[in-house]
Structure formats: structure tokens, C-alpha cells
């Protein structure tokens, strides 16, 4: 059959493409993709800060959707289930056993982007966080904004968060930070310079940004934890002296750390997501149809106007 696909050709170009797209195999299920986030990985390509994909990939990987077909060994899934999908791909055969199911059909599935919270639900056991531990979280995008949301559910004496841009704070006070700090500022500058004085148990630097990632360290305790939640598209240069003198436990939280029990990880987010522990109401700030790839992909590089994050709609 007939499906659409969204790709990046080159540097600066998204475009819409027909494809077709065989009956699923025996062990697979055929899934119609009705919603796929955008994220800063396929933004960082379309930039051209990362290298783009061999030709004949297939970009995306947040896809939300409902099975249409069943290989005939697949038990335990009906048609009509709606489950985790991959690419920006309107129709994808996927194997049955790797597929994360929902309980009931979204009320609207633009709000159900289940693989960004579980990136969050991967990295959370390796905060090891412990009840009246004071956490920092450096920055409020869209990533940390879900760390909030699930943070704000633990024991913690402090949940402090530090950003740039004031209404991302205003969001994460809102969800349960008990302090924001503006970074950018003289009056948020020398708030962190005090903090130096009574460092945190764990430091999450999640704005993927130098500044941030310079002064992760003097922030974090002896025998604390500093976690690198975000991803750092430049090479950076540390002083790893506070590394050593603090023996600090610097973890790399990227979701290749829970790849063992991926499925698992992704179920656990969609309970989440079902029990409104992640609710992204305010966090989907902007949905483009499939046919205005262009548009999206330049509104998600250049994340002006309140942009948090966007969805391609392959269904209306």
C-alpha cells in the first residue's frame, strides 16, 4: 500500500514523499501513524549540526498510532490498539514483540508522546535520588520540563531549576520546582554563586548548552551526583579537577543507559502519561500537518514564539 513519509534530504530541506509499504510479516503488526514528535536530534540534522542519515533512512522515532494488521503468529494485540510507533511514516510494519501498548485511545494523542517520558523514566533510577535530597536541574526545554514533572512526585528538600527563558521557569514552578532561577541574569548569577556554598546532592544539566555543563561541578556535593541528561552537539573542554577532588559520580543519563529493558521503560512511561504524572498540556506548543514538513522543521530550529515542542499530524 501507498504511505507517507517525511524526510531530510539535505541540510535545511524536509519534504513529503509517497512510498509503499508491504502487508506486515508474519511476527509484525502494521500500524497507522497518526501523531510523530519532532525532536531535537532530527532538528540537529536538519540544521546540519549533526551528520544527516545514509540515504534510505527513515527519520523520526516518536510515533504514536493504531494497529490496522496482524501477522499471523502475533497474540495478544487487536486491531484498533493504539501502541508506540517509530518513524515519520504514515502506515509501518512493526514487530510485535517490541510494542508498547496504550490502555485506552488517547483523548487527544497530541499529548501522548510516550518516548520523550521515557527517556525521563530510563534516566530517573540513575539519579538515585533518595528521600530530602536536593536536586538542580539546569535547564527547563522541553526534556526538562518532563524531568520536573516526574521529579516534583519524589521526597525531595529542594527541586531548584535554572533557564534562560522566564516562561519555561514560570512552567516548572508550575509543575512543582521550588525555586527558578533565571541564569542569564546579575540577580540569577549570584544566586548560583551562593548555591556553590551548599551544593546539591544531584545536578542534572539538561540544556546541553557549555555554560551549563562549566558549572555543573561546583554545584554538585562531595560524592554527589552529576547526571548529563542532555545531549552536547559541540565538544566541550571541562577542568575535571572538582570531578576528582569531589568524587563526584558523573553519569551519562542518555537512554542508551536503559537500553537492557527498553520495553519495560516504555510501558512504565505510558502508565505515567495515563495517570497524569506527565501531562504535556502546556509542553506541545505547536502541530504541523504532514504536507507542511517544510514549516515545522523550521519553526522547530529556529524554537521562537513560546516554542516548546512539535508534532507532525499524519491525520487531521
Known amino acids: 500500500m501507498k504511505a507517507q513519509q517525511i524526510t531530510i534530504p539535505q541540510v535545511g530541506k524536509a519534504e513529503l514523499r509517497e512510498i509503499d509499504v508491504a502487508d506486515p510479516g508474519p511476527d509484525e503488526v502494521q500500524v497507522q501513524c497518526v501523531i510523530n514528535g519532532i525532536c531535537m536530534y532530527e532538528v540537529s540534522m536538519f540544521a546540519g549540526v549533526e551528520p544527516l542519515l545514509p ?21 495478544g494485540l487487536r486491531e484498533g490498539d493504539w501502541v508506540l510507533c517509530g518513524p515519520w511514516v504514515s502506515v509501518q510494519n512493526v514487530p510485535a514483540a517490541g510494542v508498547a501498548t496504550f490502555s485506552k485511545p488517547p483523548d ?13 523514566v530510563i534516566a530517573a533510577p540513575h539519579y538515585e535520588i533518595s528521600p530530602g535530597d536536593r536536586v538542580l536541574l539546569m535547564g527547563a526545554g522541553y526534556m526538562g520540563l518532563l ?14 531549576v535554572t533557564d534562560v527563558k522566564q516562561a519555561n521557569l514560570d512552567l516548572a514552578r508550575e509543575f512543582g520546582a521550588t525555586e527558578i532561577i533565571r541564569a ?13 556554598a ?9 540544556a546541553g548548552v557549555d555554560e551549563t555543563l562549566q558549572a555543573a561541578a561546583d554545584l554538585t556535593r562531595v560524592g554527589g551526583r552529576l547526571a548529563l541528561f542532555a545531549w552536547h552537539h559541540q565538544p566541550r573542554t571541562l577542568n575535571m579537577t572538582p570531578w576528582h577532588l569531589r568524587g563526584l559520580k558523573v553519569l551519562g ?17 505510558i502508565r505515567l502519561l495515563e ?10 506548543t505547536h502541530r504541523f500537518r ?21 508534532v507532525f499530524l499524519f491525520e487531521d
Open 55 to 75: 540515504a534510505g533512512s527513515s527519520y523520526g522515532h516518536e510515533g504514536i498510532g493504531r494497529i490496522t494488521k496482524l501477522g499471523g503468529n502475533v497474540k
Open 108 to 120: 487527544d494523542p497530541t499529548l501522548a508522546l510516550a518516548e520523550p517520558a521515557w527517556c525521563v
Open 147 to 160: 524531568n520536573v514533572q516526574m521529579l516534583a512526585h519524589y521526597p525531595l528538600a529542594d527541586l531548584v
Open 184 to 196: 542569564d541574569t546579575d540577580e540569577g548569577r549570584t544566586r548560583l554563586e551562593e548555591l556553590k
Open 198 to 206: 551548599d551544593p546539591f546532592d544531584c545536578v542534572i544539566e539538561a
Open 253 to 269: 543519563t542518555a537512554p542508551g543507559i536503559g537500553t537492557d529493558s527498553a520495553l519495560d521503560h516504555a510501558r512504565r512511561a
Open 275 to 284: 495517570n497524569g504524572t506527565f501531562d504535556q498540556t502546556k509542553l506541545v
Open 290 to 310: 504532514a504536507a507542511d514538513a517544510q514549516e515545522g522543521m523550521e519553526v522547530s530550529t529556529a524554537r521562537e514564539g513560546g516554542y516548546i515542542k512539535g
